[in-house]
């Protein structure tokens, strides 16, 4: 295990607080709940001696803080593919592809991006979930966030919590929708399928803004920004509002076809297996510099696909 020491003083102002308090205030790159953990451990020592994170401080004492390393991650590495959008020594941004589970479980130990990127970058076994900040379902394509460092990934899953972490993604759903709007919706595991969520009074707070890019025949493209982010949102969302995304198989009906549809958009509809959703873009501030990160990802071919002939199948009326 590697271990990083560092040393400093508590400020005066600080000064009747609880110690791990004083702490998070005092080590920004980590989180709070890891300090209190250190604290327990007895990684952190103020004036030489181990203190309890209830201890009040008094200002001027001198805290030691040795940051343990730790392998939070037991997956193993294997080599894979992957798409970096961005990469530096602090985070990296994969997109995505179809078909890709997020991390190891039951029926899927292997072959995760979880697998991949501790095969790219080794270090990433010491933190949790290999750094990954957030997941996307399995078929759903595009941008993941993932931390490199202790600190990086402390400074995304705040930045994610505070929301100033932009999300948007691309979707086609059945219906044709008038206009843009907002759904908001609270979402919960579902009562009877455990596999699935549903929109429940005694669910968490989950907001999804939307708005119309082109209109189809029986379809909509439509732009989406996730406020919240809870497990299929914008699935759960969308299908609430009787306009399930265009192959979800899970909260979707049957197909939607319009009058007179051809053999090649039938065919193109029949043969999308997945929900038509893609992580397009993410707005973010750089966890290190602060600098503006604005990073794209184009829609995978079979969505690409998708939408041509949606859309040659609108133009020939």
Known sequence: MDTEKQQKTVPDGLAGLR?????????????????KAWLIEGAVLVDGEKRRPKDRVDGGEE???NAVAEVAVRSEPEPMLLDIVFEDEAMLVINKQAGLVVHPGAGNPTGTLMNGLLHHAPSLEQLPRAGII??????????????????AHTALVRALAERDVSRHYLAVCNGVLTGGGKIEEPIAR?????TKMSIREDGRPAVTHFTVRERFRAHTL???????????QIRVHFAHR????VGDATYGGRLALPAGATAELIEALRRFKRQALHAARLNLP???SGAELDLEAPPPDDLATLIGVLRDDNNER
Do not use: I, N, W
């Open 242 to 245: 009787r306009h399930a995304l």
């Open 222 to 232: 439509v732009d989406v920004k996730l406020e919240t982010g809870r497990t299929h």
């Open 63 to 65: 805290v030691e803080l």
């Open 190 to 194: 579902h009562p009877v399928d455990r």
């Open 134 to 151: 957030h997941r996307l379902d399995k078929d759903t394509t595009g941008l993941m966030l993932v931390g490199k460092t202790l600190p």
């Open 286 to 288: 750089h966890p290190t």
């Open 19 to 35: 110690l791990d308090q004083a702490l998070a205030q005092m080590f920004p790159d980590y989180s709070r709940s890891r300090l």
